[in-house]
């Protein structure tokens, strides 16, 4: 199968609010590139999960203003093609991994299981938070900060008097995201009793930003320059090393900033470098990747608990989980989203 092919498929499926951009399939790519290299290969000396999180949100939030703000999809479209988009597979994975949980003799409960399969794990129940269950469900954190904002940002549509004003109202939202994202890292009385960092509140600046900035990137255009971008996301994984501690606060406070005129200003770049995030492989990582972010984490945790520093083992469960990705995406996630998008 071709990968135009693929690509059809995949905007048949349910993204045709826009028309796909190859270099944008590679930047999702690049996403989940750096997912999976930090939970198979993880380094002492770089937070590069972290930043593939943070590089897709940057493009969620690019892609949502552009439907919302730009094109005003009328909003039971919008919900229509992220229903149809991403309740399935998820819906089908919090079921296989409470069922399981469940049949094994260690059930997390109706509790746990309603609050996952609503977006609200990150918050409730507190105990125990989203990364200590024993099941591999903390990855579902970045989904739910996903949902949030997209229901965040569709509300602003209703509000008549924000048109044309959004943009601000989203790079200060953004920007206050960042001031409660310090102040629960370094005001220990308001760290909440989970994990800080899974919180929207404290990490919907990504996607608030690039959001508010997608609305003015085009008065911006004239005075960028072709290697801004580039250099931007270079800056940005500089500041993700964990090299010094202070290296991380200043990622915080700038990483949202760089990554959102990164992406924004992707088509600006030398040819070189949107024809580098077209590469093939690139291209078919992006367009699986949610499939593939979804369906990894069981085997990165196996992976971690029994061959913690075993290069072998951890690359082959790489290699089923990028299979079994695959699969979940032919067989289940574009079906799935064809279907309830001629049904509905």
């Given at each position: 199968m071709?990968?135009?092919?693929?690509?059809?498929?995949?905007?048949?499926?349910?993204?045709?609010?826009?028309?796909?951009?190859?270099?944008?399939?590679?930047?999702?790519?690049?996403?989940?590139?750096?997912?999976?290299?930090?939970?198979?290969?993880?380094?002492?000396?770089?937070?590069?999960?972290?930043?593939?999180?943070?590089?897709?949100?940057?493009?969620?939030?690019?892609?949502?203003?552009?439907?919302?703000?730009?094109?005003?999809?009328?909003?039971?479209?919008?919900?229509?093609?992220?229903?149809?988009?991403?309740?399935?597979?998820f819906?089908l994975?919090?079921?296989?991994?409470?069922?399981?949980?469940?049949?094994?003799?260690?059930?997390?409960?109706?509790?746990?299981?309603?609050?996952?399969?609503?977006?609200?794990?990150?918050?409730?129940?507190?105990?125990?938070?989203?990364?200590?269950?024993?099941?591999?469900?903390?990855?579902?954190?970045?989904?739910?900060?996903?949902?949030?904002?997209y229901?965040?940002?569709?509300?602003?549509?209703?509000?008549?008097?924000?048109?044309?004003?959004?943009?601000?109202?989203?790079?200060?939202?953004?920007?206050?995201?960042?001031?409660?994202?310090?102040?629960?890292?370094?005001?220990?009385?308001?760290?909440?009793?989970?994990?800080?960092?899974?919180?929207?509140?404290?990490?919907?600046?990504?996607?608030?930003?690039?959001?508010?900035?997608?609305?003015?990137?085009?008065?911006?255009?004239?005075?960028?320059?072709?290697?801004?971008?580039?250099?931007?996301?270079?800056?940005?994984?500089?500041?993700?090393?964990?090299?010094?501690d202070?290296l991380?606060?200043?990622?915080?406070?700038?990483a949202?900033?760089?990554?959102?005129?990164?992406?924004?200003?992707?088509?600006?770049?030398?040819?070189?470098?949107?024809?580098?995030?077209?590469?093939?492989?690139?291209?078919?990582?992006?367009?699986?990747?949610?499939?593939?972010?979804?369906?990894?984490?069981?085997?990165?945790?196996?992976?971690?608990?029994?061959?913690?520093?075993?290069?072998?083992?951890?690359?082959?469960?790489?290699?089923?989980?990028?299979?079994?990705?695959?699969?979940?995406?032919?067989?289940?996630?574009?079906?799935?989203?064809?279907?309830?998008?001629?049904?509905?």
């Open positions: 071709s990968i135009k092919t693929i690509t059809d498929s995949a905007t048949n499926h349910g993204d045709s609010e826009l028309e796909r951009v190859d270099y944008l399939d590679g930047w999702r790519g690049l996403a989940i590139a750096l997912v999976l290299q930090r939970h198979f290969f993880d380094v002492r000396w770089g937070s590069f999960g972290q930043l593939g999180v943070d590089v897709f949100f940057c493009l969620s939030g690019l892609l949502m203003s552009r439907i919302l703000f730009v094109k005003r999809t009328p909003l039971n479209i919008f919900y229509k093609r992220r229903i149809s988009r991403i309740l399935p597979s819906f994975y919090i079921c296989v991994i409470y069922g399981y949980a469940y049949v094994t003799g260690n059930p997390l409960g109706w509790r746990d299981f309603i609050s996952a399969l609503t977006f609200l794990r990150s918050y409730y129940p507190q105990t125990p938070e989203i990364f200590s269950t024993g099941y591999p469900i903390g990855h579902i954190w970045s989904l739910n900060v996903e949902e949030h904002c229901v965040l940002l569709s509300l602003f549509t209703l509000w008549r008097f924000m048109k044309g004003r959004e943009a601000f109202l989203l790079i200060a939202l953004g920007s206050a995201s960042i001031g409660i994202r310090l102040l629960y890292d370094f005001v220990p009385e308001y760290e909440p009793q989970t994990s800080s960092w899974v919180r929207t509140e404290a990490t919907s600046s990504f996607l608030l930003i690039s959001a508010g900035y997608a609305l003015i990137s085009k008065q911006v255009a004239p005075f960028v320059k072709p290697w801004m971008p580039i250099a931007a996301l270079a800056l940005s994984i500089i500041l993700c090393l964990k090299f010094a202070w991380l606060v200043v990622f915080s406070i700038s949202p900033f760089l990554l959102a005129f990164s992406v924004n200003h992707l088509a600006q770049t030398p040819a070189f470098f949107r024809n580098a995030l077209s590469i093939r492989p690139l291209r078919l990582l992006g367009i699986g990747s949610y499939s593939i972010y979804l369906w990894q984490q069981p085997f990165y945790i196996y992976a971690d608990k029994a061959f913690s520093d075993d290069f072998t083992f951890h690359a082959l469960f790489l290699f089923m989980a990028l299979i079994l990705g695959a699969v979940m995406f032919y067989c289940f996630e574009n079906p799935s989203r064809l279907y309830i998008n001629k049904a509905w």
